[in-house]
């Protein structure tokens, strides 16, 4: 004889509501609060949330504020020497072989911060080593061509060992500023983008030995060619 209980089972398997060989059961309704949720379905997979989507990998070297951080080189306007040559028209044969100089994918160096160093090294002048006194005024030391003071060469005053290791040869005066630049960038790099302590190691080995004033000077000579100090 079949209960009221069976009939209440019957009623619910074939309406749907009660799965008994998959286990599964229909949750708990307002109209029918007293039905079980037992259900072995799988979920279905969340959307993907565009908010939590990862950033897009970005290559350091073609954003904007790292590259001036890092003191790279920038694409001046035509004319960008003639801050330059306002203060030093002796260099105005060697504005065009800087900018070449520093877009040198291993130096990779603000050109007017090459320029800025020139003019403290050698005054724009080949043949000549500048040293200044305290006060920042220059005096000028002539050499031969075969080197200066202490055996450096050229415009940026490279030591030949220098220029062996870049590469270059120190007496032509392209490949000088070359070299310079490539030197430079390396110091920058390894003082992790520090300029006063790059500058100071590019001239006495290391920050501690630079000569006084050193890299202030060309800090400053920087900054009056438009350059940032970060």
Not at 197 to 213: D, F
């Amino acid at each position: 004889m079949l209960t009221v209980a069976g009939a209440i089972v019957l009623a619910l398997i074939f309406s749907g509501r009660l799965s008994v060989g998959g286990l599964s059961f229909q949750g708990f309704t307002a109209s029918n609060p007293f039905s079980p949720t037992v259900s072995t379905a799988k979920p279905k997979p969340k959307a993907a949330n565009p908010i939590n989507k990862p950033p897009p990998v970005v290559n350091p070297t073609t954003v904007g504020a790292k590259s001036l951080r890092n003191y790279g080189y920038i694409k001046l306007s035509s004319n960008w020497g003639n801050r330059i040559t306002a203060n030093q028209p002796q260099a105005a044969p060697y504005i065009a072989m800087i900018d070449k100089a520093c877009s040198d994918s291993i130096a990779n160096l603000d050109p007017r911060l090459l320029a800025a160093l020139v003019y403290r090294e050698s005054n724009y002048n080949q043949t000549n080593a500048v040293a200044r006194s305290r006060d920042g005024k220059p005096m000028t030391i002539s050499f031969s061509s075969n080197g200066s003071l202490g055996h450096a060469i050229g415009l940026t005053q490279l030591l030949q060992s220098t220029a062996d290791n870049l590469h270059v040869d120190p007496y032509d005066n392209y490949q000088n500023l070359l070299g310079g630049a490539r030197f430079l960038r390396g110091l920058i790099n390894q003082y992790n983008n520090g300029l006063w302590n790059a500058l100071s190691a590019y001239n006495g080995g290391t920050p501690s030995n630079a000569a006084p004033g050193y890299a202030d000077f060309i800090i400053q000579w920087y900054k009056t060619y438009g350059g940032t100090v970060y």
